[in-house]
């Protein structure tokens, strides 16, 4: 596992969109964007549904993150966070996770998921293997 830096941290922590990239079973690349968020040195994305992301890891954990932060360099170029590492699933706790996030990405009073009862869904934990982009991290 590699070490985060506290300036990817504050990106992790903030409201920047995550576009995680998963490996189709051709090899191909799936990209989706989704809220992420910090469990210690775990990047956390939760999901309520099975979707394509969650069939691509359980049979390749190999992911990549991207977050662009909004800050412009010195050289015009816009700062980017990469990171490559491996997810694992667990199931349940994606609703708490999400609830959490919303707060994060939408505002503290939101409710979100906004259903009664909704699934336990998956949590998928993400171990830094690489940290990258253009930025303080890199």
């Keep these: 596992m590699t070490r985060l830096p506290d300036a990817a941290r504050g990106v992790l922590t ?15 690349p799936n990209v ?14 939760g999901t309520l549904f099975d979707q394509r992301k969650l069939h691509n890891i ?4 190999r992911v990549s993150l991207s977050f662009e932060t909004g800050v412009t360099n010195e050289h ?4 980017c966070l990469i990171i490559d590492g491996r997810a694992r699933l667990t199931e349940g706790g994606a ?5 959490r996030l919303a707060r994060v990405y939408l ?13 336990p869904g998956w949590t998928i934990r993400i171990t830094p ?8 991290w890199a």
């Design 76 to 79: 015009g170029l816009r700062e």
């Design 58 to 61: 359980r049979r390749d954990p």
């Design 95 to 99: 609703a708490e996770l999400l609830q």
């Design 129 to 136: 293997e690489r940290v990258g982009g253009i930025g303080p």
């Design 32 to 45: 989706t964007i989704a809220w992420a968020g910090l469990d210690g040195d775990a990047i956390v994305i």
């Design 14 to 28: 903030s409201d920047a969109i995550a576009h995680l990239v998963t490996l189709n079973a051709d090899g191909s």
């Design 107 to 119: 505002g503290p009073d939101v409710r979100f998921p906004p259903m009664d009862d909704p699934p």
